[in-house]
């Protein structure tokens, strides 16, 4: 096979990898800075330098790719910032479960060992998702990769914190955070799992301190009792209200604590009375603060009970002084009642132990006058989120905004500049030479500096991403040129934990919105709608997607580190049965196109294997078509186009379509809208250019009596609209489009290395006499498509020439005149004529418009067989209408399934009764015939 043959079947692994490594080879992903005009970036969410491609990446990617390419082309300077994050806490556990196998801890090797050991497994390890994403096709500029903890951005971080300190924005603070025990280190929200658990609820009684009875008091968490330093009452709750300022005996500790009035209080939980532990509760520590109240921390960091508790329950576990607590309870007359209860359960993501609030020193960013401006920046509409209504989110977590936690007590991760003085006081600097001749000059003398061991949290280098990898703080041309980005297509999760504050970092060390649009994807979802976890064994790999995976190995990957056999076993069977041959290849291409065209804005994703096949089949459709215009191009005249004299209507009806959908998939393109821009490319390469236009175009392509002119434009408007075509797909098919377009291009006219760098297709609003051409050859679509059904219909042989009589206006009749060479080649047609009146029943029906056809059936069919198969086909189907029927008519089919499956049980009734219909109507005029006969 020579070089510009294309294979008879489309092999997308071989293609794919070798045409990826020409992109990279020859830097094609890079800007070309010396370029005039716009500048396009956007900055990929930095994924965990541990993790791997999952699906949500695997979509997020193809929404930014197309993104990308599609600027690429229409000439902008286009940068795809990538790089990784350095996950503080998951690559520290990676290491530390290194070292656990080893037989020691990181106290062992010491804290700068032990940072050398994390970045040994960084650069061994570390890089296997951007190969990942190399394998979806994503064009980023590699030769600017970025990572959280390189020397740059460090600077930057270390600037940026300084700065926050000397305008009073960070502070260090004791507030209660998450502390995982586990880890010893507070974690973010968004690494915090809240499940519901069964648990207990026990009621325990507090006497009152003058003896004269008790309150009950429930709570899930009787061992934080020893914390407690008020019971809180409504202060409109009539049983309580004269109780407001008296005291009770705090149980087991006998310590003396007020009752308080608080509208926080819900009277009806309980007994009405709520323990008020201020340095174990988030709401609690509100309580607390607005009255007052002493804050008594029970838990050492490993959340065993410290020295503040009673000596009984010292160094014990929270769990086992939880089980003791009880038992004193209990045996002191003290526990009224336990009742089963059901809670929300707060586990570290990491970890899975239960978090603790705890009250600890940490630093934190005063975050309110940091959210003042990034509000402004979205009301003004100098930030636009896609969908809109994501903007009501953001307003309500930036109105209600907290101080940020960004100190974390582990190892690796950017370490804060503060450095602790003899006397305790902090010396932040972005230089430890400086800082040490700024104590000297501080205490006259030089002093031993304690540098504190706490380092940032991930989310707060992050927030810089946008401008910290174009070079800030210097003013870089980088920097000058794409900043602000263009887009930020994320999830919705994290509005608050990135979003929110890159927005505010970047309008605070910039003057400038770090982007102009953010684009808020879904979630993936399974094709049933249950969101993808191991545990339900429905996670889809895209890497298996792409390249396949046989079913032992599927079986294996699901099942993997499963703890709980019951579980791996429902898995592994659930596995089988859906995959029994494992999961074929569907190549990159296939996967982009499925995630583009699902992408309805807004809303979560529904992934369904079978439209994944489906867009695998449209690659093939592809292929083929491509082969078809090359064999019938290579090697002959294809050019200059002879002129307009010599185009068939068919030519001048596909550049008519072909204008359209430039239009059509430009403007979703703009719009984000990737669903549409999918659907409209696959109507015009599938469903006109392939089923149509091609078949339309053979008549004069192997017509003996075709003047060459002819010919010769029937090539040229093939490989043109082909060409384009391919120019307009590329954005989600990088790979087929690149491979079809360096064959076709050439004998277009067209020279270029790559599709990536050819200019998208221009625009151009159809002309008056265009669009009538349009919608001729549609109506003479249908026409065809109506001959077609009744072929169908009656099971007669799609190459069997037929006779046909039409009755309708004069409208309808000019254009069978004007199209006749066409209808007679797609719909078989060996003649026609037209009629006054109907015919007899010996004749099939078919209606388009005000026109109505008639197929003479003498000698087509065998009436009596047909009439045995029509029966036999209504037979099946009326059983099978009657299972869906049953389904609907079942009230509790109609309450207990989800809405979208009741719909798909609707649609498909409405669909076979349709079928059902035109089933008895075939079947009457046959038996009349018969009958006829």
């Known amino acids: 096979m020579s070089e510009s043959e294309l294979s008879k079947t489309y092999h997308p692994s071989g293609v794919e990898k070798r045409l990826y490594q020409y992109w990279e080879g020859r830097g094609f992903f890079a800007p070309v800075m010396e370029k005039g005009g716009s500048s396009y970036c956007i900055m990929i969410p930095p994924p965990n330098v541990t993790g791997s491609l999952h699906m949500g990446h695997a979509f997020q990617d193809t929404i930014m790719d197309a993104l990308i390419r599609y600027h690429r082309m229409r000439g902008d300077r286009t940068l795809w910032q990538t790089g990784t994050d350095h996950a503080g806490i998951a690559t520290q556990m990676v290491v530390e479960r290194q070292l656990e196998a080893e037989g020691k801890s990181r106290h062992d090797l010491g804290r700068e060992a032990f940072e050398r050991r994390v970045w040994q497994w960084k650069e061994s390890s570390g890089g296997t998702i951007v190969q990942q994403l190399r394998r979806m096709g994503a064009s980023c500029d590699w030769d600017r990769e970025r990572f959280t903890m390189d020397r740059e951005l460090s600077h930057a971080v270390t600037e940026v914190f300084v700065r926050l300190y000397d305008e009073g924005l960070i502070y260090r603070g004791k507030r209660l955070v998450n502390w995982d025990p586990v880890l010893r280190t507070a974690v973010s929200d968004l690494e915090v799992l809240s499940e519901k658990e069964e648990g207990q609820l026990w009621h325990v009684r507090y006497p009152l301190a003058d003896g004269s009875g008790y309150l009950v008091v429930a709570t899930t968490r009787p061992e934080t009792l020893l914390g407690d330093t008020a019971v809180a009452v409504h202060p409109e709750d009539d049983r309580h209200i004269s109780l407001i300022g008296a005291k009770v005996i705090l149980p087991l500790t006998g310590r003396e604590i007020p009752v308080i009035g608080d509208a926080y209080v819900d009277p009806e939980f309980g007994s009405g009375c709520v323990k008020i532990t201020p340095a174990h509760d988030f709401n609690d520590y509100a309580v607390g603060e607005r009255h007052g109240l002493p804050v008594i921390n029970i838990f050492s960091p490993d959340a065993s009970i410290n020295e503040n508790a009673p000596e009984v329950y010292r160094g014990l576990d929270r769990f086992a002084a939880r089980k003791k607590v009880i038992e004193d309870l209990e045996a002191l007359g003290l526990l009224d009642k336990v009742e089963p209860h059901e809670l929300m359960v707060p586990r570290g993501d990491r970890t899975r132990a239960i978090i603790e609030p705890l009250l600890t020193d940490q630093w934190f960013v005063k975050a309110g006058p940091l959210a003042e401006k990034a509000m402004q920046a979205v009301t003004e509409g100098r930030i636009r989120f896609v969908p809109a209504h994501w903007e009501k989110t953001y307003f309500e977590w930036m109105r209600n905004i907290q101080d940020w936690c960004i100190s974390r007590q582990i190892w690796w991760g950017h370490r804060i500049p503060a450095w602790y003085g003899p006397d305790g006081r902090i010396f932040v600097c972005n230089c430890e030479e400086t800082v040490y001749e700024l104590a000297a000059e501080h205490y006259g003398a030089p002093v031993a500096l304690e540098r504190d061991s706490d380092v940032l949290d991930t989310w707060f280098s992050s927030a810089l991403w946008p401008f910290s990898t174009l070079g800030w703080p210097d003013a870089t041309l980088e920097l000058e040129t794409f900043y602000p980005t263009n887009v930020l297509v994320t999830g919705f999760d994290i509005i608050f934990f990135w979003v929110a504050r890159m927005i505010m970092m970047g309008i605070e060390f910039t003057g400038e919105v770090p982007f102009r649009d953010v684009y808020i994807t879904g979630l993936i979802r399974d094709a049933e709608g249950n969101k993808m976890s191991k545990s339900k064994g429905n996670i889809l790999d895209p890497l298996d997607l792409i390249d396949g995976i046989e079913l ?382």
């Open 552 to 933: 032992e190995a599927l079986v294996a990957k699901r099942t993997r580190d499963m703890m709980q056999p019951h579980l791996a076993q429902r898995i592994e069977k659930a596995t089988r049965k859906e995959f029994p041959q494992g999961i074929p290849a569907y190549g990159a291409d296939a996967l982009r196109f499925t995630m583009a065209s699902l992408a309805t804005q807004g809303r979560d994703i529904k992934f369904d294997l079978g439209r994944i096949e489906g867009y695998r089949n449209f690659c093939n459709k592809l292929w083929n078509a491509s082969r078809f215009v090359l064999m019938n191009t290579q090697g002959e005249t294809n050019g200059p186009h002879p002129g307009e004299e010599f185009m068939s209507v068919a030519d001048r009806w596909i550049l008519a379509k072909l204008k359209r959908v430039k239009v059509d998939v430009t403007r979703a393109l703009d719009e984000y809208r990737f669903n549409d821009y999918a659907h409209h490319i696959y109507q015009f390469l599938w469903g006109v250019f392939c089923d149509w236009y091609l078949e339309m175009v053979k008549p004069v392509l192997y017509g003996e009596d075709v003047a060459v002119g002819s010919k010769v434009a029937a090539r040229a408007t093939m490989l043109g609209v082909l060409e384009e075509s391919l120019r307009l797909l590329h954005p989600l098919m990088p790979f087929i489009t690149e491979e079809l377009w360096l064959r076709v291009a050439p004998l277009a006219g067209r020279s270029g290395e790559s599709i990536m760098l050819a200019a998208w297709p221009v625009e151009d609003p159809l002309a008056a006499h265009e669009e009538l051409v349009e919608k001729e050859m549609d109506w003479v679509i249908s026409l065809v498509t109506t001959v077609r059904t009744l072929r169908a219909e009656l099971d007669l042989p799609p190459g069997k020439p037929l006779r046909m009589m039409v009755m309708g206006g004069d409208e309808a009749v000019g254009r069978l005149e004007r199209q006749g060479r066409i209808i007679s080649v797609l719909a078989r047609i060996e003649s026609w004529s037209r009629v006054g009146e109907a015919p007899g029943d010996d004749h099939a029906v078919g209606v388009l418009e005000d026109l109505r056809l008639f197929i003479p059936l003498s000698g087509l069919l065998d009436v009596e067989a047909e009439v045995l198969r029509l029966r036999k086909g209504l037979e099946k189907l009326e059983k099978e209408l009657g299972t869906v029927e049953k389904k609907l008519t079942n009230p509790s089919f109609i309450e207990r399934a989800k809405p979208e499956v009741v719909e798909k049980e609707r649609a498909k009734e409405a669909e076979l009764k349709e079928k059902q219909f035109g089933l008895k109507e075939a079947l009457r005029r046959l038996e009349k015939m018969g009958k006829a006969s």
